[in-house]
């Protein structure tokens, strides 16, 4: 099991953080500037190089600092010398309400699937970045060894051996995770489904971050509940003090939360945080539904835990899935629902009975070869590049009065415009110039963050994407002056 934190330990990397930070605010650390090495860090303070990496990856979640490879860490800034301040964001209402989205995100969406638009707007990264080959083989290769009664052996909970695979990846985590716990699914979407399906009634309210991923929104509309937002933290995940009122006041019965890499934000909760909220919880026996299908995507020396390494009670049903880091079109994804494991299994054999048994088998084999660690690490330096990339490319065109914060994991950087700027009116004319982006009302039951976009850092940047910031840096400098969304070219 990784080793733990101690209070100490986090005490030291915290205060080293802070200094590092206020020398930065204080000029004494300049754009461009190197930080000390760790190994300069360590001997001039007494720290473990452990201390001195919390630290630092604290910084770079926050956006003040850049890691380059071999190189060490740099004070990051706008072109101006201007560090970017942290989006606020915003404060709804805490009572529950019925959600109706799905008429918003679809005009979204659908609006977007040209091939030739660009896709900032896009919830996936670019099939270049996989191993198609690879996993092309393996599935030619597996389908000719699959025994026939596998086609109904594997039948839910799915494929035993990418269900060990799965539960070894758990282990390498410090979670023991069953294989007979696991069950495969037609992607994390219908994962997460099943989960909350397992553990709600229609008219029940759940708890979803504000802003949220637009696909808990659409589920709880097709199940007939009811959402109550939650303000979240643009680093640190969901604020548990507004979530413990709502618990108290409006006892919902589950949450479905992002802890890594939440989708918008970006944010990542620290593994204390993610304590504390299993914690918090499980005093209430209320269960979580923790959407994971960013955690593979980091840029830290190990991968953030889940909530789930904190539960002891089985209240947190996981979910992940291959796609967005292996495998987007196999569609293969998994709960580890806790105490409903049975009750999920039962909920998928009464839907979708099964998923594809030889694209299981395939990844099943793919894995077992090896390389699939070796890929993630490529894949990791590409979204790293990326994520630089636009973030760079934000600072230097988009207007003053923009405020980003460069997320150390996933593939989305979330975007607070000027106040004057309406996303709506933006996506709209984006899209006139070929641009795609997500609107912010999309990620809130209540509509909010008008002035808010979510921009996919997942396609290799080039001329193309760098025009197409420019493009959207003076639609929204436009909209900033006269209100409304002005035409531009690119």
């Known amino acids: 099991?990784?080793?733990?934190?101690?209070?100490?330990?986090?005490?030291?990397?915290?205060?080293?953080?802070?200094?590092?930070?206020?020398?930065?605010?204080?000029?004494?650390?300049?754009?461009?500037?190197?930080?000390?090495?760790?190994?300069?860090?360590?001997?001039?303070?007494?720290?473990?190089?452990?201390?001195?990496?919390?630290?630092?990856?604290?910084?770079?979640?926050?956006?003040?600092?850049?890691?380059a490879p071999r190189s060490g860490y740099f004070v990051t800034a706008r072109a101006d010398g201007v560090l970017l301040?942290?989006?606020?964001?915003?404060?709804?209402?805490?009572?529950?309400?019925?959600?109706?989205?799905?008429?918003?995100?679809?005009?979204?969406?659908?609006?977007?699937?040209?091939?030739?638009?660009?896709?900032?707007?896009?919830?996936?990264?670019?099939?270049?970045?996989?191993?198609?080959?690879?996993?092309?083989?393996?599935?030619?290769?597996?389908?000719?060894?699959?025994?026939?009664?596998?086609?109904?052996e594997d039948l839910p909970p799915g494929n035993l051996r990418l269900k060990r695979e799965i539960a070894k990846?758990?282990?390498?985590?410090?979670?023991?995770?069953?294989?007979?716990?696991?069950?495969?699914?037609?992607?994390?979407?219908?994962?997460?489904?099943?989960?909350?399906?397992?553990?709600?009634?229609?008219?029940?309210?759940?708890?979803?971050?504000?802003?949220?991923?637009?696909?808990?929104?659409?589920?709880?509309?097709?199940?007939?509940?009811?959402?109550?937002?939650?303000?979240?933290?643009?680093?640190?995940g969901i604020d548990l003090g507004r979530l413990a009122e709502v618990v108290e006041l409006y006892r919902p019965k589950a949450c479905w939360l992002m802890t890594t890499f939440?989708?918008?934000?970006?944010?990542?909760?620290?593994?204390?945080?993610?304590?504390?909220?299993?914690?918090?919880?499980?005093?209430?026996e209320l269960p979580l539904i923790e959407d994971d299908v960013y955690s593979e995507l980091y840029e830290v020396n190990a991968a953030p835990l889940p909530a789930k390494a904190y539960d002891r009670r089985g209240l947190v049903l996981h979910c992940s899935s291959f796609s967005k880091c292996l495998a987007p079109g196999y569609r293969v994804g998994w709960a580890a629902p806790g105490r409903w494991a049975r009750e999920v299994e039962r909920l998928k054999l009464m839907t979708s009975l099964s998923g594809s048994i030889p694209v299981q088998a395939a990844l099943a084999e793919y894995l077992q070869e090896g390389g699939y660690d070796r890929h993630l690490r490529s894949l990791r330096q590409s979204l790293q590049v990326q994520r630089d990339s636009l973030f760079d490319a934000v600072n230097r065109h988009f207007p003053d009065g923009t405020r980003v914060v460069r997320p150390a994991g996933g593939y989305f950087v979330w975007v607070e415009m000027p106040a004057g700027v309406d996303a709506m009116a933006l996506h709209r004319a984006a899209l006139a110039q070929r641009i795609s982006l997500a609107p912010g009302p999309m990620f809130s039951a209540r509509a909010e963050f008008q002035h808010h976009i979510r921009l996919t850092c997942g396609q290799p940047w080039d001329a193309t994407l760098e025009r197409a910031t420019r493009t959207l840096a003076r639609l929204v400098d436009d909209a900033a002056r006269s209100g409304t969304t002005a035409q531009a070219s690119i």
């Open 1 to 67: 099991m990784r080793d733990r934190p101690t209070a100490a330990s986090v005490a030291r990397y915290d205060l080293l953080a802070r200094e590092l930070e206020q020398q930065i605010a204080a000029g004494v650390l300049r754009p461009g500037d190197r930080l000390p090495s760790v190994r300069q860090a360590c001997a001039s303070r007494g720290l473990s190089p452990s201390t001195v990496f919390q630290a630092y990856y604290q910084l770079e979640s926050r956006g003040l600092v850049r890691a």
């Open 169 to 236: 990846r758990y282990l390498r985590q410090g979670l023991a995770v069953p294989t007979d716990e696991i069950v495969l699914t037609h992607g994390a979407m219908e994962a997460l489904n099943l989960c909350l399906n397992a553990v709600t009634r229609p008219g029940d309210a759940v708890v979803v971050e504000s802003p949220t991923f637009y696909v808990a929104l659409q589920a709880l509309q097709r199940l007939g509940l009811r959402a109550i937002e939650v303000p979240t933290h643009v680093r640190e």
């Open 262 to 284: 939440q989708n918008p934000l970006g944010s990542l909760m620290p593994e204390t945080k993610k304590r504390d909220l299993v914690d918090l919880l499980a005093r209430h």
């Open 85 to 152: 301040a942290e989006p606020q964001t915003s404060q709804p209402q805490s009572g529950s309400q019925p959600v109706e989205i799905n008429d918003l995100i679809y005009a979204c969406l659908g609006a977007a699937r040209a091939r030739d638009i660009v896709p900032f707007g896009s919830a996936f990264p670019s099939p270049t970045l996989f191993p198609l080959d690879r996993l092309r083989r393996a599935l030619v290769s597996s389908t000719r060894r699959l025994e026939p009664w596998s086609m109904v």
